[in-house]
Nanobody, 129 residues
Framework: QVQVVESGGGLVQPGGSLRLSCAAS????????IGWFRQAPGKQREGISC????????YYTDSVKGRFTISRDNAKNTVYLQMNSLKPEDTAVYSC??????????????????????WGQGTQVTVSS
């Protein structure tokens, strides 16, 4: 049975850090490009980062570039999102998913939801003082 579970969210003060995990079972994360998405209250879900299967190349949307780092540990079948210098506008539910259409993140392109499957439930990140 295919399952993806995100964890690591929580409440953090502005400027703080969190590391999110995306753990998979029932399939091999290393076979796919993996994307992180987030959905803030009242907004549509947006793709924020991607890590390729083929060469571990990465993509970040401008709003998180320089603050977030995506990585993968294929031995643990897990992808991580290290989030530093968090801002209140980073508050959202964060989800990960597997790109069934590509092994490599498109260069310079925001992850597109329709290319992704095996969504988890998400993990809440709240940045507030």
């Amino acid at each position: 049975q295919v399952q993806v579970v995100e964890s690591g969210g929580g409440l953090v003060q502005p400027g703080g850090s969190l590391r999110l995990s995306c753990a998979a079972s029932g399939f091999t994360l290393g076979d796919y490009a993996i994307g992180w998405f987030r959905q803030a209250p009242g907004k549509q879900r947006e793709g924020i980062s991607c890590v390729s299967a083929s060469d571990s190349s990465t993509y970040y949307t401008d709003s998180v570039k320089g603050r977030f780092t995506i990585s993968r540990d294929n031995a643990k079948n897990t992808v991580y999102l290290q989030m530093n210098s968090l801002k209140p506008e980073d508050t959202a539910v964060y989800s990960c998913a597997a790109n069934l259409m590509r092994r490599r993140c498109p260069v310079g392109e925001t992850p597109k939801q329709y290319e992704y499957a095996y969504w988890g439930q998400g993990t809440q990140v709240t940045v507030s003082s």
